[in-house]
């Protein structure tokens, strides 16, 4: 049985922040756009989205967004880390501009960012070369918070650079994202636009004087000398925060001057805010894109990537993002509120002959570097650089495992998990992370590793009254899985008591007669072992016929737990005899010196088989099957190593097939306490010190050492977390893993001369 897979966060949860539609802002535009690409390439990701509200302002977000931020409440910010981390985020990307955060120079966010527990990536939508005193100290902190910044340009990457010495490391140039829109003749959208057959200049975008529109209208005249028809559409509504404060007094002041210049009939005003697709239309219908905007200080433009990636000729004044695309003759800049020059440049790209055609070529062809598919490429992969950064920073040291193992202080011994996990009918399977999934309902499997336990702790915890609850609960499990007819347990028990089937595995069968041996072989209870004698011995008759080498192995160590006290039994002697039998053969059908194992996977619980192989030879006195067993156990261990020596079990992601690369995740509590077991096993057999190191370094798995330097085990409920995964550990704490360290725990507790913390 398979720990439960996570159900929260399978593959990683990367939340966006910044505004969001229906909110009318660039940003917003921007953020949806980017959640949606991030979805699109990584579906096996979680995007929720986190939202700024401007004041005063309400919005009907859509289902995506799972928290809302008033601006200017600094508590909200304070709020919305603590939603982060119950969510369990695994990277925040932050769209970052001063204006849309509250507190002088956007101060707020730093609230958040200082509390949230996880990476951050910030976009900079804005990068200033002269920041006022306050601006470079949010800036500076902000920088400090961030795990990586994201720019859209290689000038702002300078800039963070020579300016506010942010190492080239920190530093991720990813493009302004555009809509994939196909390369069309310009025609094929006038008609819808009333303009067919005319020259199309276009600026879009929410209104505000810092456009430089009028620069454009001024233009027009000359424009319109050369060609008659061309008609300049403005597309977009004013912006919200000049609408509250002036009204529409910009755009009146545009149309004012379209009249006074005579070129009202060249100017068509399209007062909203269009959606997407219509946008795209537009854009398609445009032959020059016109960006005369009047602040050189503007390091990202997306209006310009929008139309520069469509394959549009751009007239455009140098402000920053603008002189780096366009660059190379890629487009034509013109001098900062120049009406002359605009209307120079737009005819000589409308003239018969210009290279205006060329230059949407390239524009388009460069603009595939641009679309969303492969932006959102690029940041999924800064997101996953910056999570495993994130992680290495919170792993734990490597154990040198050269020492005499156990010498080390152990976990003391934490019940709590379990009890969560148990109620009066035994031990649920799963949990979603430490709660229990009732949904999943009960198995003999983990009911038999509980029981396991219940009798491997020492003799003074048995009075403990969860212990003798969960020890009642998990014999009457047992014995009410038993089904009389067929003699075979049943596995699969719904939360509503019913089974799920009439018969269950070989494997949770051999379970269950490895719990009942240990019983009679441990307990000091007379009536609990008198039952697990009797109902062990009503069990054994099937164990005859089945082929699962693991259900062989699991029904061996069942029957040398019950020799403890019972040696002389011949059935049960004559049992064991057959079942290793069975087992040895197997090893000496398949094994080889390149491949030391019974079969040709090595697949789940791995070490039982050479644990159980080395107990049968050493108790039947048969030393090659003993030798056998040792090893193969050596084998397994040695390619379960990493080259700095943690313990890397075989992953249950195709496990390791004969003549193929061993599955290096998802890696299972399950094996790392088997090999413990085994390993104490070997021990006891040999007197070789070397195995009880291996068995520390099985067991230092669950405390940090392995593959990612993170704890499986979790010390703040004694719970064990389902595995690793290959970035991430699972959080989910069900009863396989929990039970599997526990009993890897009970061993290195039994095992050990040295002193342990109880």
């Known amino acids: 049985m398979m720990a439960h897979m996570e159900q929260i966060g399978v593959s990683g949860k990367v939340a ?7 909110r009318k802002c660039g940003i917003a535009t921007f953020t949806r756009d980017l959640r949606d690409a991030v979805a699109a390439a990584r579906p096996d990701w979680h995007c929720p989205v986190i939202t700024v509200t401007d004041p005063g302002c309400s919005y009907d977000y859509p289902s995506e967004v799972r928290f809302e931020i008033e601006e200017n409440n600094i508590s909200a910010y304070l709020r919305a880390a603590d939603f982060l981390d119950l969510s369990h985020v695994d990277v925040l990307c932050v769209q970052h501009e001063f204006g849309i955060f509250g507190g002088e120079a956007g101060s707020y966010i730093l609230a958040l960012l200082r509390r949230a527990k996880m990476p951050t990536v910030v976009t900079l939508h804005t990068v200033l070369a002269n920041p006022d005193a306050k601006q470079r100290q949010v800036f500076g902190e902000l920088i400090e918070c961030a795990s990586k910044l994201v720019v859209m340009t290689d000038r702002g990457a300078a800039m963070l650079r020579d300016i506010h010495g942010v190492p080239a490391e920190k530093i991720a140039v990813i493009p302004h994202g555009i809509p994939d829109i196909p390369f069309v003749d310009p025609n094929f959208y006038k008609e819808q636009f009333d303009a067919a057959g005319r020259p199309v200049l276009l600026t879009f975008g929410l209104l505000s004087p810092g456009k430089g529109i009028e620069y454009a209208i001024q233009a027009l005249p000359e424009i319109v000398k050369e060609n008659p028809g061309a008609v300049y559409i403005i597309l977009g509504a004013t912006h919200p925060n000049l609408l509250r404060q002036d009204g529409e007094a910009y755009r009146m002041s545009l149309e004012r001057l379209s009249e006074e210049l005579g070129v009202q009939e060249n100017v068509k005003f399209v007062n909203r805010y269009v959606a997407h697709q219509e946008l795209c239309e537009y854009i398609g219908a445009a032959d020059i894109y016109l960006t005369p905007y009047l602040n050189e200080a503007q390091i990202t433009s997306g209006t310009l990537a929008y139309c520069f990636g469509a394959g549009k000729a751009v007239v455009s004044t140098p402000y920053w993002h603008a002189a780096e695309l366009l660059a190379d003759d890629r487009g034509v800049l013109v001098p900062f509120r120049d009406g002359r020059s605009i209307s120079k440049a737009v005819n000589g790209l409308l003239a018969e002959g210009s290279p205006r055609h060329s ?51 152990l976990p003391r011994m934490r019940l709590d998990h379990l009890e969560r996990m148990s109620d009066s009918t035994g031990v649920f399977q799963h949990a979603i992370f430490t709660i229990p999934r009732f949904e999943d309902g009960y198995c003999t499997d983990d009911n038999a590793r509980a029981l396991l336990l219940t009798v491997m702790l020492p003799e003074q915890e048995h009075t403990d009254h969860f212990i003798r ?39 949770s069968h051999g379970r269950a007669l490895w719990a009942l041996g240990a019983v009679v072989g441990r307990a000091t209870n007379p009536g609990l072992r008198s039952w697990a004698a009797s109902l062990f011995e009503e069990a054994l008759a099937p164990v005859v016929a089945f082929t699962s080498p693991r259900a062989w192995a699991f029904s061996l160590l ?19 005899w057959e079942l ?28 039982r088989l050479a644990q159980a192989l080395i107990i049968a030879g050493r108790w039947t006195k048969d030393q090659e099957m003993e030798k056998m067993g040792l090893n193969a156990l050596q084998w397994l261990m040695k390619n379960q190593s990493l080259p700095n020596g943690c313990f890397r079990p075989v992953g249950s992601n195709g496990f390791w097939l004969r003549g193929g690369d061993a599955a290096a995740f998802d890696q299972q509590p399950l094996e790392a306490g088997a090999a413990v077991s085994a390993c104490f096993e070997a021990f006891h057999a040999t007197g070789d010190p070397f195995w009880k190191t291996e068995a520390r370094r099985s067991f230092d798995w669950f405390l940090g050492s392995n593959a990612l330097r993170l704890p499986v085990y979790d010390a703040t409920t004694g719970g064990c977390r389902d595995g690793l995964h290959e970035n991430r550990v699972n959080r989910n704490q069900g009863a396989e893993s929990t039970l599997s360290f526990l009993i890897a725990l009970a061993e290195m507790r039994s095992n050990s001369t040295h002193r342990f913390q109880k």
């Open 16 to 22: 966006i922040l910044g505004n969001y539609p229906p």
């Open 359 to 409: 230059m949407r070529k390239e524009a388009y062809i460069m603009g595939r570097e641009m679309v969303w598919a492969r932006v959102a490429r690029d940041y999924a992969n800064v997101f996953d650089e910056v999570r495993h950064q994130y992680q290495k920073t919170k792993r734990i040291p490597p154990t040198n495992h050269n020492g005499n193992g156990g010498e080390r202080s």
């Open 469 to 507: 609850s969960l020890q009642s609960a998990t014999a009457a499990f047992l014995q009410h899985a038993f089904v009389n007819k067929t003699g075979r347990f049943r596995n699969f028990m719904a939360f509503n008591r019913n089974w799920s089937e009439t018969e269950g595995s070989e494997d």
């Open 558 to 576: 069942g029957l040398n737990e019950y020799f403890r006290t019972l040696h002389g039994d011949l059935m049960v002697d004559r049992l064991r």
């Open 580 to 607: 290793s039998g069975k087992l040895f053969a197997l090893f000496q059908k398949n094994a080889t010196s390149d491949w030391m194992w019974a079969e040709d996977i090595v697949a789940y619980d791995n070490p």
